[in-house]
């Protein structure tokens, strides 16, 4: 039980500095933190993986498609979620890495599920190195990379 309630003050310290971030980088761009965007962020942070609309609507059925949709899309442009396109008819939707870090992902063709990976360091470390030597060679100014990975999961 203490272990618990340490973990939910915990969770509950965490969202908070996570709101406090979120709503800078939205004011610093004209826009207002509201209570759909609020619990859109929410969902994302409690499923803990990419998600499509469909699922986020039925996570908190408070939330209205038309307007989640419309919500996700000020978030998306503001920086604060990523918009995942892992081909057929659904786009995913997760925090952006500057809230959740770093990472990579596995997508499914068949299914479409996406699984979150992270390299170890000394992976990740070759993969900027090369993509920093490709990019010096051709001019290219890179801010940041992400690597799908595309092919079929275990259960397909």
Do not use: W
């Not at 709503?23 to 965007?37: E, F, K, N, V, W």
């Not at 890495?97 to 990579?104: I, K, V």
């Amino acid at each position: 039980m203490t272990e618990q309630l340490r973990q939910s003050a915990e969770d509950r310290e965490f969202l908070s500095e996570l709101h406090a971030q979120i709503g800078g980088r939205l004011a610093q761009q004209g826009h207002r933190y509201t209570s759909g965007r609020r619990k859109l962020v929410e969902v994302l942070v409690v499923s803990g993986q990419p998600m499509i609309l469909p699922d986020i609507v039925e996570a908190d059925p408070k939330l209205a498609q038309s307007s989640a949709y419309r919500n996700l899309d000020v978030l998306v442009r503001c920086e604060v979620i990523r918009r995942i396109n892992a081909g057929g008819d659904h786009t995913y939707f997760e925090l952006a890495e500057p809230l959740l870090g770093h990472h990579h992902h596995l997508i499914c063709l068949s299914c479409g599920s996406i699984e979150d990976v992270q390299f170890d360091s000394e992976i990740e470390r070759l993969v900027d190195k090369s993509l920093n030597e490709i990019s010096a060679r051709t001019g290219f100014t890179p801010t940041t990379h992400s690597l799908d990975l595309h092919g079929h999961c275990a259960d397909c």
